[in-house]
């Protein structure tokens, strides 16, 4: 059984940090894209970040490029979001996702996901 268990996020001001953790479990992340996406209040669900499995590539959405970065811990099995210079328009829930998929920025193409976590970021 897939399990994407996240942790992190909370309340913090603008142009502070946070980091989201995303523990895996019943498959592993180097073998898949792992993705994070969020969905602001009253809006849709939109790609925020993703890495392709071992040695493959990385993209971020424009809103958060040069502020975010996606990693991945392979011995833990675990993917990260840190998320720098955070603005009251990333206040979102945060969802860890993994799939394979080449259509990075797209959530139907996931096929498990987190629990969620919520980041709201204070003006």
């Known amino acids: 059984q897939v399990q994407l268990v996240q942790s992190g996020g909370g309340l913090v001001q603008d142009g502070g940090s946070l980091r989201l953790s995303c523990a895996a479990s019943?498959?592993?992340?180097?073998?898949?894209?792992m993705g994070w996406f969020r969905q602001p209040p009253g809006k849709e669900r939109e790609f925020v970040a993703a890495?392709?499995?071992?040695?493959?590539?990385?993209q971020y959405s424009d809103s958060v490029k040069g502020r975010f970065t996606i990693s991945r811990d392979n011995a833990k099995n675990t993917v990260y979001l840190q998320m720098n210079s955070l603005k009251p328009e990333d206040t979102a829930v945060y969802y860890c996702?993994?799939?394979?998929?080449?259509?990075?920025?797209?959530?139907?193409?996931?096929?498990?996901w987190g629990q969620g976590t919520q980041v709201t970021v204070s003006s």
């Open positions: 996702t993994a799939g394979r998929t080449y259509n990075y920025q797209y959530a139907a193409s996931y096929g498990y």
């Open positions: 019943g498959l592993k992340v180097s073998k898949y894209v």
């Open positions: 890495i392709a499995w071992s040695g493959g590539s990385i």
